[in-house]
């Protein structure tokens, strides 16, 4: 008998530095996705970001038409992270993919220096831009969002292509 338990996973350790730098890390998927109205009315659990679309849409699809519903999205992912946030969603949504993905990055874009496309295109708004992006980035938000692009799975979501870490202000 050996002294330590058989490991459940082998992993190959690279010999050279080339091979490590090749190696890619499986993106860290969802674990659990918890869904609620705003106003508590009902939580439910899903498994998979398609789950909790499906369950979305069916809640907008019976909305009223100008009705905007409220939900508190909580998504624990296999390692243990938890992002939570919120989303208000109409009728016209109800035929919307992606949901909780969209949402995660838009967050996490937002904090890594990607300027939204609803952005005003002002010089108060390029004022304020520039002191968020400064802040981010010199409080290490940046750099966390960055990685958590990297390392999470938002797929099938395209991921907008990041500005360089020296830049100003993005």
Not at 82 to 99: C, H, I, K, P, T
Not at 134 to 160: C, I, K, Q, S, T
Request: glycine share 2%; charged share 30%; proline share 6%.
């Amino acid at each position: 008998m050996h002294p330590f338990p058989e490991a459940d996973l082998q992993v190959a350790i690279p010999a050279t530095a080339s091979e490590r730098d090749t190696v890619e890390r499986p993106k860290i998927q969802p674990k659990t996705i918890i869904v609620s109205r705003a106003e508590g009315a009902e939580s439910t659990e899903w498994e998979s970001y398609s789950q909790a679309d499906t369950a979305l849409r069916k809640h907008v699809a019976i909305a009223n038409k100008a009705e905007r519903l409220s939900f508190h999205v909580v998504v624990v992912f296999r390692d243990l992270f938890v992002w939570r946030s919120s989303l208000s969603l109409g009728r016209e949504d109800a035929a919307q993919e992606n949901f909780v993905q969209r949402a995660i990055q838009a967050d996490w874009e937002f904090n890594a220096g990607v300027r939204p496309r609803w952005w005003p295109n002002d010089s108060e708004a390029e004022r304020i831009w520039g002191v968020h992006y400064r802040e981010d980035r010199d409080n290490g938000r940046a750099e966390l969002a960055r990685m958590r692009l990297e390392r999470y799975d938002l797929n099938p979501v395209v991921l907008a292509a990041l500005p360089a870490r020296d830049s100003p202000s993005a």
